[in-house]
C-alpha cells in the first residue's frame, strides 16, 4: 500500500465526526474505510481488517482529541500510547476473560482464594427475574460486558424497580467493544450480576485501591474516594507515600488518605492475580476486618485517562516492559 500520511481530521481519506470519534465517517457514506477493505479483499478475511482498521482510527483520533498529538504505536514509550498498543495489537484470550466481570471471579478464587470475593447474590440475563424481595436491604447491580455500568443501591425500599430493571436491559442490548473499541469486550456474554456491598465505614461507598501491577509487583496505587458523590483520586506508591502527580481530570483527595489496614495483604493479593501479565491494574477494597477484590483493568480508561505530567505517563510507561506471550493454558 506504500505510506500513509496522518492527517489531523482525515486517515485513509476518512473522518471522524469530532463528538463522537467512534464514528467513522468518509466523502460519501459512514464506514468507507472498512467499506473499501471489504471490497479490496471480499469475505470473512475483510470483514477482521475493516474491524481493525476502524479499530486503530478510534485509537488515533480518541488519542489525538485527548492529548492534542497523535500517540506512537510501534514505539510506544508512555503509559497511555502502552494501553493503546495493548488495545490493537495484543489479542490474547486472557484479556477478555480478566474483562469479564463474571468469568473473572474463577480466576480470583483458583488464584487467591474465594475469601476476597464479595458474595454473588445474583446473576441474570433477564432482569426481569431479579429477586428483589430476597436481597439484602444494600448491593450493588453491574453488568458483566463493560465497565462503568454500575447501579450502587443503598436502600432497597426506595428502589424504583422498574427503572432499574430498564437500566439492566439497555446494558444487556449494548456492545460496550463499540464505546471505544477495546477488542477484549466484543466476546463477552452480557450478564447482570448482583453483589455484596462492602462497606469500610468511610461513606456510602468504600474507598478503591487500584494497584497498577507491572510484571507482578506493584508500582503504583490509586486511591479513588466519593464514587457517588463526586470521585476524587490520588496516587501513592507502595510504601504509601503521596506521589507528585494528580489526574488532568478529577480533583485529588482532600485530605491524605490513610494506608488501609491490611495494605500488605492487598498488595499481594494484588501482585498475585496480575502475575501472568507484563501489565493489570487490581482494584481492591480494604472492609477493616479483610481484602476484597473488586475487578481488573486491562486497557485503564482505553487509554485515555491522562495525567497533569507528561513526564509521569512517560516514567509509568518505562514500567511496562510490553509481552504479547500467552501464558501458559491461556
Known sequence: MGSVTLHDTEVLGVSVDRADPARV???SSTHEAPRAVRRAAPGPVSAVLADRVTELWVALRGYRMQFGRFPNLFQPRTFT???LYRMIFDRRPILTMLSDKYAVREYV???VGGAVLPRLYWTTTAPEDIPFDALPDTFVVKASHGSHWVRVVLDKAEVDRDELIGTCRSWLGENYYFHFREPMYRP????VLIEELISDGTGPTPTDYKCFVFDG???MIQVVQGY???????????????????SARYQPLERDAPPPAHLDELIACAETL?????????????????????ETAVTPGAGRFYFDSYEFDRYLGGLWRISTAAPAGK
Open 25 to 27: 465517517t468518509g466523502s
Open 81 to 83: 500510547e502502552k494501553v
Open 109 to 111: 478464587r483458583d488464584a
Open 188 to 191: 463477552i456474554e452480557p450478564r
Open 217 to 219: 509487583t506493584v508500582r
Open 228 to 246: 457517588l458523590t463526586g470521585a476524587r483520586m490520588s496516587f501513592y506508591d507502595p510504601s504509601w507515600h503521596k506521589l507528585p502527580v494528580a
Open 274 to 294: 496480575a502475575r501472568p501479565l507484563d501489565f493489570l491494574r487490581v482494584d481492591m477494597y480494604d472492609s477493616g476486618t479483610q481484602v476484597y477484590f473488586g
